[in-house]
């Protein structure tokens, strides 16, 4: 954790998880949903993206799905693991276009914007342990 980060910490106030290394997400782009003062866009909610959230976030100027190679974006695709604002995602629950959440990978300042309740209700089940 870098000296400007807020404690790495998510919703339960347990270690934050990683969200995603392919694509390699998060404001530090460490794979994790860190945040700290210079990221303004609260980058702190994990989410799995739907389609239905591209063409969301697309209509409201914030084209996620297209390639940017000068910023080494790939752009995103159904299924990937992604640190969202926590802002966006709140439009998007507003509207019903909210991708579920991986709270385990969630920051725990999303609650500063969401409710805890509001994101549970959108949560992935956690994966069980597989038998060998």
């Known amino acids: 954790m870098r000296d400007d980060q807020e404690a790495s910490l998510n919703v339960y106030g347990e270690r934050l998880k990683p969200c995603a ?35 969301f976030s697309r209509a409201r100027g914030n084209d996620l799905s297209t390639p940017r190679p000068e910023f080494g974006f790939e752009g995103l695709r159904e299924g990937d693991r992604w640190c969202l604002c926590a802002e966006r995602w709140k439009e998007a629950w507003e509207a019903g276009a909210a991708p579920k959440v991986i709270l385990a990978s969630t920051h725990l300042s999303a609650l500063r914007i969401v409710p805890l ?16």
């Open 21 to 55: 290394f392919d694509p390699m997400t998060g404001f530090y782009r460490d794979g994790c949903c860190n945040t700290g003062p210079e990221d303004r866009g609260r980058h702190v909610i994990c989410v799995r993206i739907t389609a239905e959230f591209l063409a």
């Open 117 to 132: 309740d509001v994101l549970e209700q959108h949560a992935m089940p956690a994966r069980r342990p597989t038998r060998h």
